[in-house]
């Protein structure tokens, strides 16, 4: 398998730490979104990544469908519950957890526009979004160590990778000051191995317009 990724997205990371949790092998190939000639378009008609080419000619792209697609491979570990209740629980988080990085994004874009263009209104309802989602989750893992079961999941990964995300783009909000759950859980979720090797980089792209 490869899977096309960019080093600053959440939603590559997800998919790159299930892969290092349930121990399958896949190749990453770099990609930058915002390049020109990159060839991410030919993959997905949207143009995003992550992106996943099986071994058997398949193409997945959307980070969840990809994710699905890889707990029916055979691994070493199960990263979504067995119950159709807990798989909708784990799945409402990851969800939660995806709508904070899209509102994250739409705000670091915003941010890159020429400032007289830039909307305040636009960036303040996204940032309402983001915090709404952050107080949700903290009060969903409510002091526990993981989300669900007390079992290590895709949920736990999706916020892992979301908090990181903020991190890198919007270091100006202080996300960790009323959020004292997602505080000790992105410290302790970053000690894993599967986090320390797929930290988020930042890639150069050209202002938005």
């Known amino acids: 398998m490869k899977l096309l990724i960019a080093t600053p997205s959440p939603f590559a990371r997800k998919v790159r730490v299930f892969l290092r949790e349930a121990k399958l092998a ?3 190939l770099t990609t930058n979104p915002w390049s020109e000639d990159d060839p991410i378009g030919k993959h997905n008609p949207l143009g995003k990544i992550p992106i996943l080419m099986t071994d058997d000619g398949k193409t997945i792209f959307d980070s969840s469908l990809i994710v699905e ?3 029916n491979l055979p691994s070493e570990q ?3 519950p067995e119950t159709s209740q807990d798989q909708l629980y784990v799945k409402q988080i990851e969800k939660v957890a995806d709508g904070i990085c899209d509102a994250s994004v739409l705000t670091f874009l915003e941010s890159h526009r020429p400032i007289n263009l830039q909307s ?3 960036i303040s309802r996204q940032e309402k979004k983001i915090l709404r989602g952050l107080t949700f989750l903290n009060k969903e893992l409510n002091g526990k160590e993981f989300f669900a079961l007390d079992e290590f999941t895709v949920g ?3 916020v892992g990778c979301t908090l990181s995300y ?6 100006h909000l202080p996300w960790r000051d009323d959020h004292t759950n997602l505080k000790h859980f992105s ?3 970053e000690k894993r191995r599967s986090f320390r090797e797929t930290v988020l980089l930042p890639q150069l792209i050209p202002p938005v317009s």
């Open 187 to 189: 410290s302790s979720i």
């Open 26 to 28: 896949c190749e990453e």
């Open 156 to 158: 736990d990964i999706s």
């Open 166 to 171: 903020l991190d890198l783009r919007l270091p």
């Open 78 to 80: 199960s990263l979504i």
């Open 69 to 71: 697609y890889l707990q």
């Open 120 to 122: 305040h209104s636009w």
